[in-house]
Each structure stands twice: as C-alpha cells, then as structure tokens.
C-alpha cells in the first residue's frame, strides 16, 4: 500500500482543509491585488482630472500663455504642481496643441502626443506618449467664450503599479493570515476527526459505516422475523391446546410456504445465503408493518460481487425504505422484491413499493447525501440511500429510480465463477 494512500482519515481532512485555505487565501490575494489595482487607477484618474480642471481655471495661466515667454512663466510653475500633486507631467500648451511646458524640457515646443478633442471638453484616457503609457486628462483654457490653450495632466501607468506593488506587504500580511488561520482551522479539525475515527483509513471508517448499518439492518430484520413466528407459534399452541389442531397446522403450514423460497435461496449452493436470509427477515417486518410482501427470488440467481456487509447495507436501505413508504401510503399496502439474473449477464434486483413516490424536486437527488423524504427528525437522514449509491458506484453497478409505482432498479456485477 502506498504511502498516500496509507494516509489515516484525520491526515486527509487535514490536507484537504488545509489546500483549501491556500486556495482561498491566494483567491482573496489576487481580488485585493485585482482591487487595489483598480482603486490606484481610479485615483489617478480622480488627481488628473482635479488638477488639470484647477490649472485651466488659473487666469494666471490665461495671462502667460498670451505673454511673450509662456515657457518662462509657466515651466516653474508645471514642476511645483508635479512635485506637490505627485503626478508625473502637466503640460500646457497652445489651441494648436505645441507644448509649452514638459517634464523633458527638450520636449518644450513640439507637438502634444495625445488625442486632442474636437471640440474644447475634458477628456481622460489612457495614452502612451512621450513617457510611456499614462492616465491623462486633457481640459481646455479659456479666456470668457474664448479658448486660449490646453492643459494636459497624467500619471504614467509605471507610477501606477509602483503604487500597486508599495501595497504588495499588505496582500502578502493577509495571504498569510488566511493561511496560518485555515492551518489552526484544519488542524482543528484533524484532532476532531480524530477522536472519531482514530487512525483509520477513509476505507477503513467506511467499512465501519457500512458493518454499523449492516448490523442494524440485519438486526431490526433478525428481530421482526423472531417476533412474527413467535405470533404464530403462539397463536398455533393455542389453537392445539384448543383441540382446533387442523387450524393450528394451517398457520404453521402458511408460515413455512411464506418463507420456504426465501430459505430455498439462502440454502442454494448458487445462491447468496446472506441475501436469501436479509429477504427472509425483511419479510417478517414487512408483515410486522402491515405491508403485503411480494418475493420473486428465480432459482440460480448468482452471487454479486459484493461483500457480504455491504450487500446487507445496500438491500436493507433500499427494502426499509420501501416498507417505509407503503406504510406511510394509502392501501393496498405492498412491497414486490424481485432477484434474478440481468441480461445479458449479472444480478438484477428490483423493488417497488405502494408508497406516494418521490416528489418530482427530489428524483434526480435521491441518492445524495442528506436528501430524504423522510421527515426532518428521522434518524439517519438522508444516509442510507447515499451509501446504496456508494456501493453501487464501488462495485461497478447501475442504479436507477422511477415512479408510479416507486421503482428502483441495481445492476451489479455477478461473481466469477
């Protein structure tokens, strides 16, 4: 056996909570990452915008674009506005868009590298210019109705993630936080796991599930099946102490006809004795609950593959939950049982039952864990059925269930020979 797969099921909850709090850690990383990537943009977009809307709105610089040195006037004030705004370039320029001021002096009287508007509006976008790709907003200058000039503010998409990557400690603080906090988490719930199944495997706490509902099944099967002869044995003593010995011998007669194909199976060298005596005991609780018990069990039906545990577990699930329904529903009250050889090959097992059937929402779901028609304070709910599937699915079988009347259907491998 592999190292892996040697792992106990406390190990296991272990590692997978503890892959999931990475999973989730990294996710919520990248979203903060994600996030602030966005806020920083958005806030360059927010800066560009105030600060080009406040230069435009200088009648300072109305007056130095119409001097005869606008350069000389406005270069100065361009930097301090760079330095105290922390934006990267403020360039004005003239109507025609020529550059009077820059950050690279060298570009001063060239053309502006950027879209300039149709007509005199703010317009902010992503651009790369002269310093590389940049969050601009460009708004025009007026003089009353008449335009002057353009004024253009921006923050280089470099600036940006700088800002982004300045934040980098604080995701890294809550990626590990996350991580450390669903480490405690799985390591809490590894000793809870634990205290449950010890050191077992997950294969090792299934077998233990399935050995619980297999002797429950047996037993609640065991102890309808005494209490239904001890009826008739009593009802039959009373008869012959009653001198009605015809009468008496009758019941014993009916009692040993109900049960001799049952016993038959059990006893059949090809058959599976376990199965033959799990019917055989379903019957007399059938009969205990009032519901009529159909049994059509053909002759050399052979053995599936499953092992005797879970071949209680699975047929005792789905015959209780038969018995349940019919006598829950309205009557006649039956269920019919029926064992046989599938075509072309394997064992077929068929139950069907006179209950109200499975509502439409849960047809498609009745062999999930914790789905059940049975009322919300029935013991086990919604396990017993999920464990069917479980076998089913392990041992290679089908599984199908359809109504009117409540129909299920196992196909399962037969027993080479």
């Known amino acids: 056996m592999s190292r892996i797969n040697s792992r106990s099921t406390a190990t296991k909850v272990f590692i997978a909570l503890g892959l999931t709090a990475i999973v989730l850690a990294a996710a919520v990383a990248v979203f903060l990452v ?25 009648p300072g610089v109305v007056a130095a674009l119409d001097s005869d040195d606008p350069t000389g006037a406005l270069q100065p004030v361009a930097e301090r506005i760079m330095v105290s705004s922390d934006v990267d370039f403020v360039t004005v320029m003239t109507v025609e868009g020529i550059r009077v001021t820059h950050a690279e002096t060298e570009n001063i009287g060239k053309p502006y590298v950027g879209t300039i508007p149709d007509a005199p509006r703010m317009l902010t976008e992503e ?24 004024v253009s503010v921006g923050v280089t998409i470099s600036s940006i993630t700088e800002t982004v990557a300045a934040r980098l400690p604080i995701v890294i603080a809550w990626f590990l936080g996350l991580v450390v906090a669903g480490l405690i988490g799985a390591l809490i719930a590894r000793r809870a796991t634990r205290r ?8 090792r706490v299934q077998d233990a599930v399935l050995a619980y509902e297999s002797i429950r099944t047996l037993g609640e099967a065991l102890r309808a099946q005494t209490h239904e002869h001890g009826n008739r044995m009593h009802t039959a003593i009373a008869l012959m102490e009653l001198g009605r010995t015809d009468e008496a011998i009758e019941v014993l007669a009916e009692t040993s006809r109900q049960s001799q194909t049952l016993v038959d199976h059990a006893a059949s060298g090809d058959g599976d004795p376990t199965v033959g005596a799990l019917l055989l005991g379903k019957s007399a609780q059938a009969q205990e609950r009032g519901v009529v018990w159909i049994s059509d069990i053909i002759p050399n039906t052979p053995r599936s593959t499953l092992r005797a545990m879970d071949a209680i577990t699975l047929l005792g699930n789905v015959i209780d939950n038969a018995i ?26 068929v139950v069907r039952d006179s209950g109200t059937g499975i509502p439409d929402e849960l047809a498609d779901r009745a062999f999930d864990f914790g789905v059940s028609t049975k009322p919300s304070d029935a013991g086990g709910r919604g396990v ?8 089913v699915d392990q041992a290679g079988g089908q599984i199908q269930i359809s109504g009117s009347p409540t129909t299920v259907l196992i196909t399962l491998p037969e027993q080479a020979t």
């Open 196 to 203: 449950v199944t010890g050191d077992l495997e997950p294969v």
């Open 127 to 150: 651009y790369t210019g002269t310093l590389g790709p940049s969050v601009r907003t460009i708004t025009p200058v007026f003089d009353g109705d008449e335009q002057r000039g353009w």
């Open 34 to 58: 994600l996030d602030s990537q966005r806020t920083v943009r958005a806030e360059a977009e927010h800066v560009t915008s105030a600060v080009a809307g406040a230069i435009s709105a200088d």
């Open 324 to 349: 349940d329904a019919a006598a829950a529903g309205p009557e006649p009250r039956w269920v019919n049982v029926r064992l046989g050889p599938g075509t072309p090959s394997g064992v077929r097992f």
């Open 384 to 391: 017993g059925l999920a464990l069917v599937r479980s076998i």
